[in-house]
């Protein structure tokens, strides 16, 4: 499976990115799609995830925030971000999670870079 990622930038604090994710590949064998993200000097950490039968998880400091959706037909997960803050500054990396018969599968995209500054 192959991710990529687009749609980071530059931002003011209280505006919005939608973040998009296209897969390609082995698409049959994915089970849930996400994004995470690492700022500068931290650790990767989950945004939000969404599995095959549409059920989203978020990260406490974004829920009400963004919203992560999929469209099964296209292989792509999308991220609409709200109301950004300057502490989602960060690059976030698309991610898939991948199953078939008894092999699992962890994939990565080459991250966006998303800056939310005045």
């Known amino acids: 499976v192959q991710l990529q990622a687009s749609g980071g930038g530059l931002v003011q604090p209280g505006g919005s990115l939608r973040l998009s994710c296209a897969a390609s590949g082995s698409t049959f064998s994915i089970k849930t799609m996400g994004w995470y993200r690492q700022a500068p000097g931290k650790q990767r950490e989950l945004v939000a995830t969404v599995n095959n039968g549409g059920t989203t998880n978020y990260a406490d400091s974004v829920k009400g925030r963004f919203t992560i959706s999929r469209d099964n037909a296209k292989n792509t997960v999308y991220l609409q971000m709200n109301s950004l803050k300057p502490e989602d500054t960060a690059v976030y990396y698309c991610?898939?999670?991948?199953?078939?018969?008894?092999?699992?599968?962890?994939?990565w995209g080459q991250g966006t870079q998303v800056t939310v500054s005045s």
């Open positions: 991610n898939a999670i991948t199953l078939y018969i008894d092999h699992a599968g962890d994939y």
